[in-house]
C-alpha cells in the first residue's frame, strides 16, 4: 500500500487554528498493568496536558489475550486523545500483529495519517532465551524495515517511526548485562528513513533519548513503573520538546 493510496485511512486536518503545538503522549510497556494507566490520568489531568495522539511502542499485556489488549486500549481511550498508535510488543499474542483493535490504530507495517503526520511501525521483539510470543531473527527484521520502506517512499519528513525493539548499540538498547540487544536493521532503518521522531521501548532499563543522524529516538520507560514522555510538535513539523516524565 502507498501513501497516495485512496485506502489510506486519512483523518482531515484539525482546525488548529490558534493552536501552536502537538502534544504527542508517548508510552511503552504497559504488561496489563491497569493501575499505572489510572495513575498516568490523573497526572495527565493534574499537569493540564491533553495529548492529540498517544503512540503506544508495545506490550501492551503481560502474555495475555487479544480481550486482554482490547481492555488495555478502552482504558488508554480515556486519557481523552481522540487517536492511539501502536504496535504489538514481544509478550503479545501474534494475534495483535494483524487485528486491529476497534479505538486503536494498528501501525505494525500499516501507515496511518494523523494531523498531516504519518505514524508506521514495526511491532516484536528480537529472539530472547525467554521464549516470548512474538520474536524476529535480524533477517526477519531486515525484511520487516525493507517493506515499511517501500511504504513510506515519500514525505519521510513527516513520518514517526515507532518500534517495539530498539536500535542497535545505543543508550536505548542496553540491558543489565552491558549487552546490546537492539536491532541492526532497526539502525539502519532510523538511518535511512530519517523520520521526524522515533519511540521504542522494550528494554525496561534503557530508558532515554539518542539523537541518530537527525532523528530523536526515545525510550519513555515503561508505564508499569510509571513513566511515559511527551512530544510537543510545531505546526512546521519540529520536534518543539521531548520530554520524559514519571506519574
Ligand atoms: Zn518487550
Same mark, same amino acid.
Given at each position: #500500500? ?10 482531515? %486536518? ?5 493552536? /501552536? #503545538?502537538? @502534544?504527542?503522549?508517548? !508510552? ?15 497526572? %495527565? &489531568?493534574? @499537569? ?10 508495545? =506490550? &501492551?499485556?503481560?502474555?495475555? =489475550? ?20 501502536? +504496535?504489538?510488543?514481544?509478550? =503479545? ?12 490504530? %494498528? ?5 496511518? #495519517? ?5 505514524? !508506521?511501525? !514495526? ?14 531473527? /535480524? ?5 520487516? @524495515? ?9 514525505? *519521510?519528513?513527516? +513520518?514517526? &517511526? ?6 542497535? #548499540?545505543?543508550? &536505548? =538498547? ?18 535511512? %528513513?530519517?523520520?521526524?521522531?522515533? +519511540?521504542?521501548?522494550?528494554?525496561? /532499563?534503557?530508558?532515554?533519548? $539518542? ?18 514522555? !511527551?512530544? *510537543? ?7 518543539? $520538546? ?6
Amino acid at each position: #500500500m502507498h501513501l497516495t493510496d485512496p485506502s489510506l485511512k486519512r483523518k482531515p %486536518l484539525k482546525a488548529i487554528q490558534g493552536e /501552536e #503545538m502537538k @502534544t504527542l503522549l508517548i !508510552i511503552s510497556d504497559i504488561h496489563g498493568s491497569l493501575g499505572a494507566i489510572s495513575r498516568l490520568r490523573k497526572a %495527565l &489531568l493534574q @499537569t493540564k496536558v491533553r495529548p492529540e495522539c498517544i503512540i503506544v511502542a508495545g =506490550d &501492551l499485556t503481560h502474555f495475555g =489475550d487479544y480481550d486482554q489488549a482490547k481492555e488495555i486500549i478502552k482504558l488508554l481511550r480515556e486519557l481523552g486523545s481522540s487517536d492511539i498508535v501502536y +504496535v504489538p510488543g514481544n509478550c =503479545d499474542p501474534p494475534s495483535l500483529l494483524n487485528r486491529e483493535i476497534q479505538g486503536a490504530h %494498528l501501525i505494525h507495517l500499516r501507515p496511518y #495519517m494523523s494531523n498531516d503526520l504519518i505514524f !508506521i511501525g !514495526i511491532g516484536g521483539g528480537g529472539i530472547s532465551p525467554f521464549n516470548t510470543y512474538i520474536e524476529f531473527t /535480524e533477517e526477519e527484521f531486515e525484511y520487516l @524495515t525493507n517493506k515499511l520502506l517501500h511504504l513510506v517512499k515519500k514525505r *519521510r519528513d513527516h +513520518v514517526v &517511526l515507532v518500534t517495539h525493539q530498539p536500535p542497535y #548499540m545505543t543508550s &536505548l =538498547d542496553i540491558v543489565y548485562s552491558g549487552e546490546h540487544i537492539g536491532s541492526k536493521s532497526i539502525r539502519r532503518l532510523i538511518q535511512a %528513513l530519517r523520520p521526524l521522531l522515533h +519511540v521504542c521501548g522494550h528494554v525496561h /532499563e534503557a530508558r532515554g533519548i $539518542e539523537r541518530l543522524n537527525s532523528t530523536h529516538s526515545i525510550n519513555p520507560g515503561p508505564l508499569r513503573k510509571g513513566y511515559y514522555a !511527551i512530544a *510537543r510538535v510545531s505546526l512546521d513539523k519540529q520536534i518543539v $520538546e521531548l520530554s520524559l516524565k514519571r506519574c
